[in-house]
């Protein structure tokens, strides 16, 4: 694929619909639309004013559970190093190297 391609694509990926399966796969919260997300807040606030006017009693009632993206598990990548070894790796004195650096306009020998 060449850069034309990729902005075709991006050009496309923007302009898709929230209600598209790929955007839904991005964004799981996006698996509702504005008015399932008011009915549940309405539903909500009906159980809670219920709950109220019973005195509180009973148990308090839960919130539906809206569709949210799913955290990330961070996984630790540990590498098989000493600390001898790592201590060798940052501490060791460095050689210099033969680098060609140009400064203000010069080749010049670094």
Do not use: C
């Not at 219920?50 to 148990?59: E, N, V, W």
């Not at 569709?67 to 050689?95: G, Q």
């Amino acid at each position: 694929m060449d850069a034309g391609e990729f902005g075709a694509i991006a050009v496309l990926a923007v302009q898709l619909p929230l209600s598209s399966r790929t955007l839904k796969r991005l964004h799981p919260e996006l698996a509702w639309d504005e008015n399932t997300y008011i009915l549940a807040l309405i539903s909500d606030q009906l159980a809670n004013i219920a709950y109220g006017l019973g005195g509180g009693k009973g148990r308090k009632p839960k919130p539906i559970p809206r569709p949210k993206a799913s955290k990330k598990k961070e996984t630790k990548n540990h590498l098989d190093v000493s600390k001898v070894r790592v201590d060798e790796l940052l501490f060791a004195p460095r050689r210099p190297s033969a680098v060609t650096v140009e400064m203000e306009g010069k080749g010049e020998q670094g």
